[in-house]
């Protein structure tokens, strides 16, 4: 199968995936700056979702778009709800709401066994910060905070179940919400582990757009499946929205890289015409047949040349491509730099 390239830039699919190794984008004036109060038993899973979707967030970019930062009340170290402690980066009085080190997110961490007593410094804290118009949440619990600190007057509010009852009574001007995450303007709270999640995922997608978060969640959703009991790792061709045409197109590809079909061949196999399967990727992935296979491909090339030691030559032969100088110039037209340039540049980065 001849290959040809109309284009530089992968189709949306597989430029999510790529993402992390495209050329540069231009550099963001500084990154976000997100800060988290962590309450004494804290849910660790809550805050390690929320935390790894900003790490994951500055992996699919080429430059830094978050700084992460951490404070316990009135010690560094934090007892979570695993009974583990966490070196939180300060003490809450040394969080700074002002001048160039001023975070611009806010988020409050609780957990199951959180004292829902108000902390008079949090609450201080939380009213500058409102003040400065910082962005605020609450993960698990950690809304009762910022109900405290006045901040959820009116607005919706997503919290844990077991504490709904005690918000109802507490804080009638809140809006407690039925919902696992609720973003009402600059406040954001989620109830648990997996909306926590999701609620940085749509606070990262207002801050960037949807492109970051869908790749973000081609990384972090690979066991992810439809069937809460399945266990095997998600790919695209198991998209239960796509057709099952294409699904075993998708899977028909994915399975022939080093010997690629041709897209009649494709089409032979699952009984279908060849125009039928141009209209199947154009309606389902916004891209022809043959420019989605030879953007498959060069991912897996670009996976072996960053995984292994094996030749350029042999991982252009093992992706499908007539020749290593074929490969290079197509590998250097969707990345930026040639095959050799990309596994030494890999290289210095993780030694």
Same mark, same amino acid.
């Given at each position: 199968?001849?290959?040809?390239?109309?284009?530089?830039?992968?189709?949306? /699919?597989?430029?999510?995936?790529?993402?992390?190794?495209?050329?540069?984008?231009?550099?963001?004036?500084?990154?976000?700056?997100?800060?988290?109060?962590? +309450?004494?038993?804290?849910? %660790?899973?809550?805050?390690?979702?929320?935390?790894?979707?900003?790490?994951?967030?500055?992996?699919?970019?080429?430059?830094?778009?978050?700084?992460?930062?951490?404070?316990?009340?009135? &010690?560094?170290?934090?007892?979570?709800? +695993?009974?583990?402690? @966490? =070196?939180?980066?300060?003490? +809450?009085?040394?969080?700074?709401?002002?001048?160039?080190?001023?975070?611009?997110?806010? #988020?409050?961490?609780?957990?199951?066994?959180?004292?829902?007593?108000?902390?008079?410094?949090?609450?201080?804290? *939380?009213?500058?910060?409102?003040?400065? /118009?910082?962005?605020?949440?609450?993960?698990?619990?950690?809304?009762?905070?910022?109900?405290? $600190?006045?901040?959820? &007057?009116?607005?919706?509010?997503?919290?844990?179940?077991?504490?709904?009852?005690? %918000?109802?009574?507490?804080?009638?001007?809140?809006?407690?919400?039925?919902? $696992?995450?609720? #973003?009402?303007?600059?406040? @954001?709270?989620?109830?648990?582990?997996?909306? $926590?999640?999701? %609620?940085? *995922?749509?606070?990262?997608?207002?801050?960037?757009?949807?492109? %970051?978060?869908?790749? #973000?969640?081609?990384?972090?959703?690979?066991?992810?499946?439809?069937?809460?009991?399945?266990?095997?790792?998600?790919?695209?061709?198991?998209?239960?929205?796509?057709?099952?045409?294409?699904?075993?197109?998708? /899977?028909?590809?994915?399975?022939?890289?080093?010997?690629?079909?041709?897209?009649?061949?494709?089409?032979?196999?699952?009984?279908?015409?060849?125009? /039928?399967?141009?209209?199947?990727?154009?309606?389902?992935?916004?891209?022809?047949? =043959?420019?989605?296979? *030879?953007?498959?491909?060069?991912?897996?090339?670009?996976? +072996?040349?960053?995984?292994?030691?094996?030749? #350029?030559? &042999? @991982?252009?032969?093992?992706?499908?491509? *007539?020749?290593?100088?074929?490969?290079?110039?197509?590998?250097?037209?969707?990345?930026?730099?040639?095959?050799?340039?990309?596994?030494?540049?890999?290289?210095?980065?993780?030694?």
């Amino acid at each position: 199968m001849q290959d040809t390239l109309n284009k530089r830039h992968f189709s949306n /699919r597989m430029r999510d995936t790529n993402s992390p190794f495209l050329p540069a984008r231009p550099l963001p004036d500084k990154p976000i700056r997100v800060s988290f109060v962590l +309450l004494e038993h804290f849910s %660790m899973m809550a805050f390690t979702a929320a935390v790894d979707a900003l790490v994951t967030a500055n992996l699919v970019s080429t430059t830094p778009l978050f700084s992460i930062s951490s404070y316990g009340l009135d &010690n560094p170290q934090v007892r979570s709800d +695993l009974s583990i402690d @966490i =070196s939180a980066n300060g003490e +809450l009085n040394q969080l700074h709401l002002d001048g160039d080190g001023a975070v611009d997110v806010l #988020i409050v961490c609780g957990g199951f066994r959180c004292s829902l007593t108000e902390n008079p410094l949090l609450t201080s804290k *939380l009213k500058t910060a409102a003040k400065r /118009r910082i962005i605020l949440g609450g993960l698990w619990n950690g809304a009762i905070a910022l109900a405290y $600190a006045d901040q959820l &007057n009116g607005r919706r509010c997503a919290l844990h179940p077991d504490n709904h009852a005690f %918000m109802r009574e507490t804080f009638n001007q809140v809006q407690l919400s039925n919902q $696992a995450l609720e #973003i009402d303007g600059d406040r @954001i709270t989620s109830a648990g582990p997996s909306s $926590a999640l999701e %609620m940085m *995922l749509a606070l990262i997608e207002q801050l960037h757009d949807s492109n %970051m978060v869908r790749a #973000i969640r081609e990384i972090l959703s690979c066991d992810k499946g439809a069937d809460p009991s399945a266990t095997g790792l998600v790919q695209t061709a198991d998209d239960p929205s796509f057709p099952d045409t294409l699904r075993e197109l998708l /899977r028909l590809m994915s399975t022939n890289i080093e010997e690629p079909l041709s897209i009649d061949e494709l089409a032979t196999c699952v009984g279908s015409s060849r125009r /039928r399967v141009e209209r199947l990727f154009q309606t389902h992935l916004s891209t022809p047949p =043959s420019r989605y296979y *030879l953007e498959l491909r060069i991912t897996h090339a670009r996976r +072996l040349l960053l995984q292994s030691n094996e030749s #350029i030559a &042999n @991982i252009a032969v093992a992706c499908g491509f *007539l020749s290593s100088t074929h490969f290079s110039h197509c590998f250097k037209d969707y990345f930026g730099v040639s095959p050799s340039q990309a596994r030494q540049k890999h290289r210095t980065e993780q030694a």
